[in-house]
């Protein structure tokens, strides 16, 4: 992993003063924040000044740094939900741009598109279902610029980031690039090679550590189980505050005195790096943020897409002639379909579940990411059946429910979430479990149309039983937004279709 500086790092004291003190309301503003001039002039000056009390603070950071702008929504207007989606993407992208130096911005060399509200940058997992709606609205080119701005990152750092951002760098987030690969429409054989070396180079940083490892050990985001079975976890490789949250995750290391610091910070940024953060499915006591556990979960949603990931590269080295590399990834795929049949699937419920390492068990906790296994067409049909019986029980009346939990975290009920409403979707009609799938598409469509009519947003998350804004979590509901913009986007071309109306190909 490449090593980069982060605002913490930089500005040490000087960052902690302002973090610690709460001097703007959502910490991620100051990680935001571009320096006027270098970060060690700055912050000579102000253990030189140490200007006193908040007041004295907030001068001489604004004097020193510019701060970020959020996202803005457009004024109101009454065009279809589909025409106001095609009309956001360009108050969306970014140009590709120099980021000033000291700035926590990470350099892309093509123009990408933002989620919206407090996230900036450009966001790994979060891509994937908005350039869905990008393909169908026709930015087939934004498309391809944001495959090689993965590309890039993957060739310089190693991995691509969970957003571009300094402070994201040492972890990842769920690994769907060779979903976006294969939105290309680049059929060259030097593009479809180029893409094929990312999608190894992604798997090389997944499996990092998996060569010699002992059953019933774990190293980074790999972990081989007591019967020799190799399967993977979500992990973050700092143990510190998170920048983006430093006051937040200080905070609760001081409240959580049983836990070490480090290892409570790490089972932080290892749920940061899952995506899914904060639920439930990582609580020890269901509830607690201190009881966080993530480095002790294998998560199903991870090894799904793994495999997702182990079979495109089979067929991909296949279809461009390596036959010896075809075979070795589709023998990596299937010892993991092995695993996740043997590990991942909670018998009693009839559901998938994440692997409990410290019970040697599946889990019995219900969640979305239970249809994971049936997006990457590894469940056997009795298997997909009894999972679509489990996951009606997350239905309500605006879509799939996140967990049948309420902790007051985002990923919990009553939050339902753009991503996993496609991967349920798109699960369930994969096995012909289309009348579940309709109903969590049509309830999907039905609350975001109706909010969108009364309030002109597309939100980050929402609560599927009020249908109304979700809540929870370490900041508010933000607008925009990516990835509702693009599944939503895709779900009503699908019922167009359907109805007989103009919409394109089905997904």
């Known amino acids: ?36 001039r270098a970060p060690a002039a700055i912050l000579a000056d102000w253990q030189a000044e140490q200007p006193e009390g908040g007041e004295g603070l907030r001068r001489f950071v604004l004097a020193n740094f510019d701060l970020p702008q959020d996202w803005a929504d457009p004024p109101l207007d009454q065009r279809p939900l589909a025409a106001h989606i095609e009309a956001l993407w360009p108050l969306l992208t970014r140009a590709a741009s120099e980021p000033a130096p000291g700035s926590s911005e990470l350099w892309l060399p093509h123009a990408y598109v933002v989620p919206g509200g407090r996230f900036r940058e450009l966001y790994y997992w979060d891509s994937y279902f ?18 090689a701005n993965f590309g890039s990152l993957l060739d310089r750092i190693g991995h691509i980031p969970n957003g571009t951002r300094s402070y994201y760098v040492s972890r990842s987030h769920p690994p769907f690039f060779h979903l ?9 054989a030097e593009g479809r090679r180029q893409r094929l070396g990312w999608m190894v180079r992604e798997h090389e940083y997944w499996m990092d550590g998996a060569v010699g490892l002992a059953p019933g050990a774990a190293v980074r985001r790999v972990v081989r189980l007591a019967d020799g079975a190799l399967l993977n976890r979500y992990w973050d490789d700092s143990d510190r505050p998170r920048d983006e949250s430093w006051r937040e995750d200080v905070a609760l290391a001081a409240e959580a005195e049983a836990r070490e610091a480090g290892t409570l910070w790490r089972d932080l940024r290892a749920a940061a790096e899952s995506g899914w953060d904060f639920s439930s499915r990582w609580l020890a006591d269901g509830q607690s943020l201190g009881s966080i556990r993530t480095t002790r979960l294998v998560p199903v949603d991870l090894n799904a897409l793994l495999f997702g990931l182990e079979q495109a590269i089979a067929a991909e080295a296949e279809g461009l002639g390596d036959r010896a590399m075809a075979a070795d990834y589709a023998a990596r795929a299937e010892a993991r379909a092995r695993a996740i049949a043997d590990h991942l699937w909670h018998e009693g419920g009839g559901h998938y579940a994440d ?26 049909g009795e298997r997909a059946a009894r999972s679509a019986a489990a996951l009606r029980r997350l239905l309500r009346r605006g879509g799939l429910m996140t967990t049948l939990c309420d902790s007051g975290q985002q990923w919990d009920a009553p939050n339902g979430w753009a991503p996993l409403q496609w991967i349920a979707i798109t699960g369930l009609r994969r096995y012909g479990e289309t009348q579940l799938a309709d109903a969590i598409a049509d309830r999907w469509i039905a609350m975001v149309e109706a909010h969108y009519a009364a309030t002109g947003q597309l939100l980050e998350k929402y609560d599927v039983v009020a249908c109304s804004a979700g809540s929870g979590g370490e900041y508010g509901t933000e607008t925009g937004f990516g990835w509702t913009n693009g599944v939503t986007l895709e779900l009503l071309a699908i019922r167009d279709r359907k109805a007989g109306r103009s919409g394109g190909d089905d997904a």
């Open 355 to 380: 692997f409990d390492l410290d019970k040697d068990a599946s889990s019995d906790r219900l969640t979305a990411a239970a249809a994971f296994p049936l997006f990457a067409g590894l469940a056997s």
């Open 1 to 36: 992993m490449t090593a980069v500086d982060t605002p913490a790092g930089l500005f040490g004291p000087l960052f902690a003063a302002v973090q610690e003190c709460g001097l703007f309301p959502d910490s991620k503003t100051f990680a935001d924040a571009r320096p006027r």
């Open 180 to 188: 976006m690969a294969a939105l290309s429409r680049d059929v060259s």
């Open 130 to 147: 908005t350039m869905l709606g990008l393909a169908r609205s026709g930015q087939q080119q934004l498309v391809e610029n944001m495959i």
